[in-house]
């Protein structure tokens, strides 16, 4: 099959829109392996940021890890049952559910957060603890789960 | 029998109603009432009318969403067409590079627009080799607009692609064998077909720009979009009122998108951010 001008025009197209979204993470790790940053890439690579970010940041790291899993588990935990039942009765009431379980989704994380803190700040021991964090993620991750498996069955 | 089952059901979707009441319905309404419970009342809630400031960034936020979802159906639109339609050398590997920063979080995309329009940038490297100076513009609105753009597109080419993939292609050739010319088969077949797929995912993504966090707390330092005001107002200035009604208008304006979006459209959406 031959290819018109008009492939090549959407082709060259795609490919553009591809560098613009690959070339800054490309850049994002050359400038992470880089000696120094500032004077560019003749400086050298090196893999020794690595070692400090690391140094400097795994408690952060494995705590963004932790709240990752522990929302995964409460999300499926909660999700998959409510999707299993909105499957199997579909209706006004579990219509109605749905609606109210998922319209999370439809709130910015922002606004969300400021509701979560405003109700629940005043508890200090939980507002500083990572289970707020986790509360919040979960609240919106679980609207998405049982909303996208309930149109998946 | 029945009626047992319909036991076991209520109970399988009772911890996720608990948990939506509390963690979800509760704080929202605990939100709407704190919005009208500072020294002005419900007075608040006009303010964001009345008030020049945060009218200016509720307007300033609104264009910049069009722009974004304007910006981002054509290059998705037409990207996603493309690579549905065609298979060819390096095709899934093309998808896998555009769908990659699916994954990334608002902060990592503000630090994707500075490697693209920073102070060492990539724009800039160009501008200077062009001998047009150095071009710098990620921490200004354009920054932002290339930010949303970034996010938005990945899941935008998803869309369209699933909906292209559903196209009648006898459609096309019938308007071919009538006389139309290429423009005519995408404004006449392609286009009204795609509009569905369009329009919801047009609404996610103006949704998503208008409540987008990270990005614009990585490259906003003093630009006034509505989610970065609302932050100021409530961590810096403690004017908490005014930000829990801010919040709640920003709000219920995501959710009417999505919501009139999903009646036009009859598909289910969701923001992000």
Request: aromatic share 10%; with cysteine.
């Amino acid at each position: 099959m031959g290819r018109t001008r008009y492939f090549y025009l959407q082709l060259g197209f795609t490919l553009l829109v591809c560098a613009f979204l690959i070339l800054p993470v490309l850049m994002s790790i050359v400038a992470g392996l880089t000696e120094n940053f500032f004077v560019g890439m003749k400086s050298g690579f090196t893999l020794r940021w690595i070692g400090v970010v690391w140094e400097l940041y795994a408690q952060t790291i494995l705590r963004s890890m932790y709240i990752a899993l522990a929302t995964l588990a409460v999300t499926l935990v909660l999700g998959v049952p409510t999707a299993y039942v909105l499957a199997k009765r579909p209706g006004l009431l579990t219509r109605m559910i749905e609606e109210f379980l998922v319209l999370p989704v439809a709130i910015p994380g922002l606004a969300i957060a400021l509701a979560l803190i405003l109700t629940y700040g005043s508890f200090r021991d939980f507002r500083t603890s990572w289970v707020f964090i986790l509360v919040g993620h979960a609240r919106r991750a679980s609207a998405r789960v049982s909303g996208d498996a309930s149109s998946a069955s | 029998m029945r009626a047992r089952e319909n036991r076991n059901l209520l109970l399988m979707v009772a911890p996720a109603i608990a948990v939506g009441a509390a963690f979800f319905l509760l704080p929202l309404a605990r939100l709407a009432v704190v919005g009208a419970s500072g020294p002005l009342g419900p007075q608040a809630y006009l303010k964001v009318v009345t008030n020049a400031q945060y009218f200016d960034a509720l307007l300033s936020t609104i264009v910049l969403s069009v722009a974004v979802t304007a910006t981002t159906l054509v290059i998705a639109g037409i990207a996603g067409v493309f690579l549905e339609r065609n298979r060819f050398l390096g095709r899934e590997a093309l998808l896998s590079m555009l769908t990659l920063p699916l994954a990334f979080p608002g902060v990592v995309v503000g630090f994707m627009v500075i490697m693209l329009a920073g102070r060492t940038g990539i724009a800039g490297e160009l501008s200077s080799l062009l001998g047009a100076g150095r071009l710098v513009f990620a921490y200004s609105m354009a920054g932002l607009f290339m930010g949303y753009l970034y996010f938005s597109i990945p899941r935008v080419i998803l869309t369209i692609m699933a909906a292209a993939e559903k196209l009648d292609p006898a459609l096309e050739e019938a308007a071919r064998s009538l006389g139309a010319g290429p423009w005519r088969v995408v404004r006449d077949v392609i286009l009204p077909a795609l509009s569905p797929a369009l329009i919801a995912s047009g609404a996610i993504c103006f949704a998503t720009s208008m409540g987008a966090f990270g990005t614009a707390f990585t490259l906003a330092t003093d630009i006034k979009v509505l989610p970065i005001v609302i932050y100021t107002e409530f961590t810096l200035l403690a004017n908490i009122a005014l930000a829990a009604a801010l919040s709640m208008v920003l709000g219920i304006i995501t959710w009417a998108t999505l919501a009139s979006s999903r009646a036009l459209a009859g598909t289910t959406a969701a923001a992000a951010g």
